[in-house]
């Protein structure tokens, strides 16, 4: 377990979808897909694509402290005739809990809120978006209620790889706007978000926390930056952080 302070990390996160994200409806703050690759983000914007994570616009705001753990599940086997015990990896196990100052309902709409019917993979809707989106369709972008597996969040674009989940990248403060950036960054994809939870108190400002859970191998990188695409932005990670998780690794 470590744990970081807002001041020496930066955290970005995105959609597992390389072009399209969620955003809240401000009419009726249902939750909808909304297309966004390459584009700034508006203020019904919750969280963008993962083509475009690191540019600022999807770097998270006001965090004061990171706690990340990354560990394993291992199941015990014994075998006749030895006396030891084996153990078998069964799968990674990977939580990351965000603390920042609260300035939205947001990350609570995700949480808690509900989908929309003409955004949703059952196209009923009422559901939370705790698990990210879907394209099993071509051009079908929906956001799922959590009865698809990571393996069947199949893109229709290449089958070999999964939307599912959100993608969440620790950033080691370093150089931002040149191509070979000179910080580290820690990569962890395929999340789900499992808590959100309020801190309030008439002494500080008030706070909230997310917990995101994945069972997909974290892995650190060099957090060097793509040239920009967005007008008046700094860039997106370079694709080495950026592409999809291949069905083989969830």
């Known amino acids: 377990m470590a744990y970081y302070v807002g001041r020496d990390v930066d955290v970005f996160w995105g959609t597992e979808h390389e072009t399209h994200g969620i955003k809240e409806n401000s009419s009726d703050f ?9 584009s700034s983000h508006s203020t ?21 402290g990171v706690d990340l753990s990354i560990g394993a599940q291992d199941e015990d086997i014994t075998f006749m005739g030895l006396r030891n015990v084996g153990k078998i990896e069964i ?12 300035k939205d309902r947001k990350f609570l709409q995700l949480y808690q809120g509900n989908v929309d019917s003409n955004s949703a993979q ?16 071509a051009s079908t ?6 009865d698809i597996d990571p393996k069947s969040c199949v893109d229709i674009d290449d089958s070999t790889v999964t939307t599912y989940g959100y993608r969440l990248i620790i950033e080691f403060k ?6 070979q950036g000179d910080g580290a960054a820690v990569c962890i994809p395929n999340c789900t978000i499992s808590e959100v939870t309020h801190n309030t108190s008439n002494e500080a400002a008030d706070e909230e926390s997310v917990t995101f ?10 957090a060097r930056m793509n040239a920009a695409t967005v007008s008046g932005s700094t ?7 950026t592409t999809q998780t291949p069905l083989t690794e969830v």
């Open 91 to 102: 799968k990674k196990d990977t939580s990351i809990t965000i603390t920042m100052k609260k």
């Open 141 to 146: 972008y929906k956001i799922q209620g959590g």
């Open 30 to 38: 249902e939750l909808e897909v909304e297309a966004l690759a390459g």
């Open 174 to 179: 370093g150089d931002k706007t040149g191509q």
């Open 235 to 241: 860039a997106p990670f370079h694709i080495s952080l």
């Open 44 to 64: 019904d914007t919750i969280v963008g694509s993962l083509a475009d994570i690191g540019e600022s616009f999807t770097k998270m705001t006001d965090v004061t």
């Open 122 to 137: 059952d196209e009923v809707g009422g559901h939370t978006a705790r698990w990210g989106m879907t394209e099993l369709l």
């Open 213 to 222: 859970t994945s069972q997909v191998k974290p892995f650190i990188s060099n």
